[in-house]
């Protein structure tokens, strides 16, 4: 069975301030994808990124950032100078990704919810 | 293009009624999924349809829930006898294959 623990519950930052939220995940699969997703208060998910189990590779979007470490089954998110638009639910989430391009729900975390203040 | 929608926004209805939710996919999209999120926790599987075909049910769909995707495009969940417990934000997602999926604004369900 597949789980993603989010540990942190909230986390409150100063506008400009560097924030990393924390995503753990299990699996018995050996491809899988991991998610992150934003949750204004209008309630709309938004997609962030997809990473492949395959690609440990670090990314970088503008101010957001992405550290997978598969040794540790984790995926963290870090926000660089946060700003209050930031201010969110963030949750992180994984699918199975099989060769034969079959079923891939999301399983999700139980979100973070990051304010930022001015 | 325009993103996934859903239809109504909001419901409330009293226990014991049946209630039907829209969802219309972002066009081309095969795959069409449905999702449930209550206060403080994140959305959880509960369907899934590759085009017209329901591939997968979670085991939290109970019986009085059903869902349809008629022709492949848009997708009907109701339930039927709606209990407290029901109320939620129920959420569609579709996607291409196994790509990322794009979730719509959700309908949240009041059940007196």
């Known amino acids: 069975a597949q789980k993603v623990t989010q540990a942190q519950t909230e986390i409150s930052v100063v506008e400009k301030e560097d924030v990393t939220l924390d995503c753990v995940y299990e699996?018995?699969?050996?491809?899988?994808?991991l998610f992150w997703y934003k949750q204004p208060p209008s309630g709309e998910l938004v997609f962030l990124i997809r990473?492949?189990?395959?690609?440990?590779q670090n990314e970088i979007s503008g101010r957001y950032s992405w550290n997978f470490q598969k040794s540790t089954s984790s995926f963290n998110f870090t926000i660089t100078a946060s700003q209050v638009v930031d201010s969110a639910v963030y949750f992180c989430?994984?699918?199975?990704?099989?060769?034969?391009?079959?079923?891939?729900?999301?399983?999700f975390g139980k979100g973070i919810t990051l304010s930022v203040r001015p | 293009d325009t993103g996934v929608s859903q239809d109504p926004r909001h419901k409330i209805t009293k226990r014991g009624q049946n209630v039907t939710f829209r969802c219309d996919p972002i066009?081309?999209?095969?795959?069409l999924y449905w999702y449930r999120q209550t206060l403080g926790q994140g959305p959880e599987f509960l369907t899934y349809?590759?085009?017209?075909?329901?591939?997968?049910k979670s085991r939290l769909l109970s019986d009085r829930f059903s869902a349809e995707r008629p022709k492949g495009s848009f997708s009907t969940l109701e339930i039927q006898r709606t209990e407290q417990g029901d109320s939620a934000m129920y959420l569609c997602?579709?996607?291409?294959?196994?790509?990322?999926?794009?979730f719509g604004p959700g309908t949240r369900l009041t059940v007196l």
């Open positions: 997602a579709s996607s291409e294959q196994q790509d990322e999926q794009f």
């Open positions: 699996t018995r699969d050996t491809t899988y994808y």
């Open positions: 990473r492949n189990s395959f690609d440990e």
């Open positions: 989430a994984l699918s199975e990704a099989p060769p034969t391009g079959a079923n891939s729900k999301l399983t």
């Open positions: 066009s081309e999209h095969n795959r």
């Open positions: 349809f590759q085009n017209e075909a329901q591939l997968e």
